[in-house]
């Protein structure tokens, strides 16, 4: 066994090099759960659409279905983990995920899938949550916000790798193979936590509460302006990624022709510069503050959404330049995810499950509807993909700047 004391809490100190390396992995490969989920069978849109004898644009929806059964999930993750710690309900989502990859693969209807992918959802949400809820445990937030840095190292591996692997499954055994490999990789988690991931959250921390007590608790979140502002710029952020998810499979291989094995390879080289960005931020941190960072990366986002909007609808430049200011939006949120989540669960302590689940609950919505957004507004162009993404990064520069008022905790 890795770790001596995974029923009994641990902190960062007590770990040795070997202990740490294994602790980031795990946390990394829970974070991983939604872009492994997602990502890995974007090539297959197409194929799938045939197969189940559906529009495209419900394929499509079975994205945001995913998120918006991740928001919802994510509010029952956080509390119960306040109460019982950071192992049992994750072992417990986990189950429920692998169980749910097993119903994706024996689809045939085009509900059945959106209904298993909300199922999907519900179990991933744990890793989620609880990832985040055991880095705020253990860290305070400038060294919080560096360990999200290289967690994203970790889980950004999964859009590189993810539509590539999904696309050579889907040469060799068609798109149920790869819900197939999602069932293993869940289960592959769920053992690697169950035997190596501590617990964070000391028995005298852990707090009981009833139904309507976390209902106080959440209603005392969505009050404190300072959290709720961070939240709403941190589901901008998912937003511009996840536009862009729901809309490159068309944009690629519909529009721009690309093939489903090459669609994998720009998706990764976006995904290089996300976790590339993701890195740099562990030596900006060394000069600036969080709230800086974010605040910059926003406005360097917003302005490559509203050129990437132009070029889109001149056509100026072509696919090369969409695929340049794609870049940038896209590298712009490995700066902002690992900042923003740090800023807003900086202030609790106590209730660090329940905010960090608020906070992905609102993120996932947000997300889910500009996926949403893209699809309700599919006109056989890249303008419902760009313009979304150009609109979250301006809403969510908007929302930062004024996150700094109001502070506190439930």
């Excluded at 902190?11 to 974070?31: D, K, N, S, W, Y």
């Excluded at 289960?187 to 035997?195: I, K, N, P, R, T």
Aim: proline share 4%; charged share 10%; net charge positive.
């Amino acid at each position: 066994m890795v770790f001596a004391k995974t029923a009994a809490t641990i902190h960062p100190t007590e770990m040795t090099r070997r202990q740490l390396a294994v602790f980031v992995l795990i946390l990394g490969a829970l974070t991983a759960f939604s872009a492994m989920s997602i990502d890995m069978y974007l090539p297959a849109f197409p194929q799938m659409a045939r197969d189940l004898k559906v529009p495209l644009s419900t394929v499509q929806l079975s994205v945001s279905a995913f998120l918006f059964g991740s928001a919802a999930g994510q509010l029952f993750y956080g509390p119960l983990a306040d109460r019982w710690g950071r192992r049992r309900p994750l072992l417990v989502g986990l189950s429920l995920y692998v169980a749910s990859t097993i119903g994706c693969a024996m689809v045939h209807t085009g509900s059945g899938l959106l209904m298993w992918r909300v199922v999907m959802a519900l179990g991933g949400g744990a890793g989620m949550v609880i990832s985040r809820a055991v880095v705020r445990d253990l860290y305070d937030t400038a060294e919080a916000a560096r360990m999200f840095s290289l967690l994203m190292l970790v889980m950004g591996l999964a859009p590189i790798l993810a539509p590539v692997a999904g696309g050579q499954l889907l040469l060799l055994c068609g798109w149920r193979g790869i819900f197939v490999f999602l069932g293993v990789f869940g289960l592959a988690s769920l053992l690697a936590a169950a035997v190596a991931l501590p617990e964070s959250l000391p028995v005298e921390r852990r707090i009981r509460r009833s139904a309507s007590d976390m209902a106080k608790v959440y209603w005392h979140l969505m009050k404190n302006r300072h959290y709720l502002r961070y939240a709403v710029a941190l589901g901008c952020v998912a937003g511009v990624n996840f536009s862009y998810i729901s809309g490159a499979p068309f944009v690629f291989i519909e529009l721009h022709g690309l093939s489903p094995q090459f669609f994998g390879v720009f998706f990764g080289v976006n995904a290089c510069g996300l976790i590339g960005a993701s890195q740099m931020n562990r030596r900006l941190l060394r000069r600036f503050s969080p709230g800086a960072i974010a605040r910059s990366a926003f406005m360097v986002a917003g302005t490559a959404g509203i050129l990437l909007i132009a070029v889109t609808a001149t056509g100026f430049g072509g696919f090369p330049l969409q695929m340049l200011f794609i870049f940038v939006c896209l590298c712009m949120t490995g700066l902002l995810y690992p900042n923003i989540t740090a800023l807003a669960l900086a202030p609790f302590d106590k209730a660090a499950g329940s905010a960090s689940a608020l906070l992905g609950t609102i993120q996932y919505l947000l997300g889910a509807s500009g996926g949403a957004l893209v699809g309700a507004f599919h006109n056989g162009t890249a303008l419902p993909m760009t313009g979304t993404m150009a609109l979250c990064g301006t809403l969510g520069f908007v929302a930062v700047l004024g996150a700094g008022r109001g502070k506190g905790q439930p």
